[in-house]
């Protein structure tokens, strides 16, 4: 999978995408990321990328013709066609894990980061076909949600994340939250590992992971309830989970 980033600051991204799971992705060349630095596209004289706003106001907006020239460089190199556009902003659809896993089907996607005030509304009228947010917050730039989008997206490319992380992941599509974890040791300054976990019994182990799992769900985060299939066993276990509260 391809993503184009169009952005003012190529170097932030670096760290992000040498490191860990990302950095081994890209080297296997399950992912790419081509970044696009604007200001090599101006044409002016100082490489200048925005302008003063029309109508007056505070901050500069970025002006349509670097980004109008990269979207027609990006565009012939891929045959005339230009793939997907995403645009990052407060104003954009609410970033989720479904959207992260429609995208990841996609095999060419191309990121618009903004900076300053905004972007020349045209080249979201023109070249924009997706406008996301990662949340109600405002940032200095589109920057970290482009690499947070690319970050969850590529869990789900095939390959990327190891065998058993992808299957632990289909177990927990299902839209409840994580049961607790422990690793050695069992005793850490008195405090004890659940002994189920050491029992061996995988029925045991998992209905109490599941148990903890639905708990976890109904006292933190109620709301993912509602978008939820639970099993017959599930709602029973969830009844006496509600009981106790
Ligand atoms: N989820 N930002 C985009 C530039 C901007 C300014 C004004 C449109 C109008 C954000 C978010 C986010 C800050 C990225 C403003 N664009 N992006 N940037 N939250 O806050 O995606």
Redesign the pocket.
Known sequence: MVFDVLTLFPEMFESVLNTSILGRAIKKGLIKVNLYNIRDFAKNKHKRVDDYPYGGGCGMVMMPQPLFDAFYYIAQLNGGTLPTVI??????TT?NQKIATDFSKADHLVLL???????DQRIIDNFVDVE???????????E??AMIFIDSVSRFVSGVLGDEQSAREESFSNGLLEYPQYTRPYDYQGHKVPEVLLSGNHKEINKWRKLHSLNNTLIKRPDLLKNTELSAEDKQMMRILKQRT
Not at 113 to 119: A, D, N, V
């Open positions: 645009y990052f902003s407060p104003q954009g970033f980061c903004g900076h300053y005030e905004g972007i996301i947010s990662i949340g109600d917050y405002v940032l200095t730039g589109g970290l949600p």
